[in-house]
């Protein structure tokens, strides 16, 4: 590789320009976003790309789309070769770059002088993209059926938005007011980041500026090599059980399993993940697209490799990596299989699948199995307060998997998620819910010499009018796994409360009714634990237990202390 023709200080100095400038994006889009999702959630990334679509700088935003963004810039390269000064792109398209629907992209080109430098781009979640089920989380069977699909627009040209392209977008959602703010703070995100970008053009120079541009990815492209040189060479294989796709039999309440095969090759400074013997596209929502399969290879590999975030997140990074799966399978969807659960789904359980790979190789740097779920529930009807329509998109955070030197965390975002909790303020004062419930779930981590990270167990109240519905959860089939003797972590269950009625287990994905009054639950997983239970200190134990994380009869059971 060429040495940087570029003076280090000055690489230094624009390299973190370039970052700051995506944060600085984020903190835009959460200052001017509309929706609860995206102001205080955070679902949602924020980058900056070069001229051929390679992410140079990613914001503290989320993993999962560490390996999809640069192909939905990448597909509006392709698709507008005339791109020019105050054009704004618009698209979601799973096939050409996206991950899922409710994911929406909007890019935009910076220029100086006349001369393209690259683009900004903000993916951002929107809680309801269209469909038949409010929220856009229906158990459907073709992609056609999971909302409103755009391929690569034009949405704005000379700094305008073309109105013609807004009203097909707002005709197809049921939250229209809120849809035209999160997409114009998403609009106002990416010209702040191609604003930075041009005023680091105009201070150094254009072609110094696309040299540094091209410098940063070679960067982080060295580093990464240099860290997969510093592990063994090796193979290992591990395989998953997934608990289903939503789509039920006649006659049955839960959906059938399916199985994800990984073997992951490790020679000198590359390493390969390798999906074949996965099973083939399943009927509903849980096919990801091959991006999405690698943005959860990506996330562990960052984890594993990388613990002291020393290296940049762009595509550069990626170069020493391959990932390749089957055509077909459900890690590697093709048109029109229906994804929308698979974006989260899938790479948090693929992430964690590498983990567990990588244990045979490497494994003081691995963690257990993390909750392994986005854990979304969604709720949308009338609001009896306004009259107006809503749509709630919430994802219950669970356990974080436990190190090989320390316990797993209790209740925060994992492994390729990097989500904030809704505070329950904000929800209740935007929808017509009440929640009755958020707790931490005593046992619920994995025992082990360092135990796993509690899940959380999270109840809704419905109030005054009826709502529809829609949950998707993985890990209700194979609870976390557990690493080097560490036990599993609870499982997750949801749980419907109507007024008068038992309560009834709900299937792990799909929609359902809410009858005014009722309560629904959901008890996000919790995670591995690491070790040999028998060797956790006792001292440990003994705080575990005054606060609550573990009961006794757990301790008698996990750990083999007596009474005491």
């Known amino acids: 590789m060429a040495a940087p023709k570029t003076d280090p200080a000055r690489f230094e100095v624009v390299k973190n320009a370039l970052f700051a400038a995506a944060e600085e994006m984020k903190i835009v889009l959460a200052k001017t976003a509309y929706s609860p999702l995206l102001k205080v959630a955070g679902d949602y990334s924020c980058g900056l790309f070069d001229a051929r679509g390679d992410m140079v700088a990613q914001g503290p935003d989320l993993p999962i789309h560490l390996g999809s963004m640069p192909d939905a810039v990448r597909a509006i390269v392709r698709a507008f070769p005339d791109v020019a000064e105050g054009d704004v792109f618009i698209h979601n398209d799973p096939y050409d770059g996206g991950s899922h629907l409710p994911d929406v992209n909007v890019v935009a080109p910076a220029f100086h002088e006349g001369q393209l430098l690259g683009f900004g781009c903000v993916r951002a979640h929107w809680p309801d993209i269209g469909s038949a089920s409010p929220g856009s989380y229906g158990a459907v069977t073709e992609i056609y059926g999971e909302g409103l699909r755009l391929p690569p627009i034009r949405l704005y040209r000379d700094g305008k938005p073309d109105p013609s392209i807004e009203a097909i977008i707002f005709a197809n959602v049921r939250t229209p007011a809120e849809r035209l703010g999160d997409l114009r703070a998403q609009v106002a995100a990416c010209w702040r980041g191609t604003q930075r970008l041009t005023e680091l053009a105009a201070k150094y120079g254009t072609e110094a500026c696309l040299q540094i541009l091209n410098e940063v990815l070679d960067y982080s492209e060295t580093m990464m090599r240099a860290a997969l040189s510093a592990m063994p060479d090796g193979e290992a294989s591990f395989e ?239 609870p976390p796994f557990g690493l080097d003797g560490g036990l599993t972590g609870a499982p997750a269950i949801a749980t419907l409360h109507a007024p008068g009625a038992p309560a009834r287990v709900l299937n792990s994905k799909g929609g359902f009714a809410v009858p005014a009054g009722a309560s629904v639950t959901l008890e996000a997983p919790g995670s591995g634990g690491y070790g040999d239970p028998s060797r956790r200190d006792p001292a440990a134990l003994c705080e575990d237990l005054l606060d609550g994380y573990v009961t006794l009869a757990a301790a008698r059971r996990d750990y083999g202390y007596g009474a005491a």
């Not at 490790?266 to 697209?289: E, H, Q, W």
């Not at 890690?331 to 590498?354: F, G, K, T």
């Not at 303020?425 to 010499?449: H, K, T, W």
Request: proline share 8%.
């Open 240 to 478: 998953d059980i997934f608990d289903g796709d939503g789509i039920l039999a006649p006659g049955e309440t839960v959906d059938a399993p399916f199985t994800v095969k990984l073997r992951i090759v490790k020679r000198g400074d590359t390493i390969l993940a390798d999906f074949a013997g996965s099973d083939p596209a399943v009927a509903g929502p849980m096919n990801a697209p091959l991006t999405v399969t690698a943005s959860g290879v990506f996330c562990a590999l960052k984890m594993i490799v990388d613990s002291r975030s020393l290296i940049p997140p762009n595509s550069g990074c990626w170069r020493p990596v391959s990932v390749v799966a089957p055509p077909g399978s459900v890690v590697n969807a093709q048109h029109p299989s229906p994804v929308v659960y698979a974006n989260h789904e899938m790479s948090h359980r693929v992430a964690d699948m590498v983990m567990a790979a990588l244990f045979q190789i490497v494994p003081r740097t691995v963690m257990a199995g993390s909750q392994g779920t986005s854990a979304v529930i969604t709720f949308g009807g009338q609001d009896y307060r306004t009259g107006d329509r809503f749509v709630s998109y919430e994802s219950v955070k669970g356990g974080f998997g436990a190190r090989p030197t320390k316990d797993g965390i209790n209740a925060v975002a994992s492994t390729v998620s990097n989500m904030s909790n809704t505070p329950i303020e904000i929800l209740e004062m935007s929808f017509p819910l009440r929640v009755e419930e958020y707790a931490l779930i005593p046992d619920s981590g994995g025992a082990g010499q360092y135990r796993g990270g509690l899940g959380v167990r999270r109840t809704w109240r419905i109030l005054e009018k009826p709502a529809q519905a829609a949950v998707c959860c993985e890990r209700s089939v194979t």
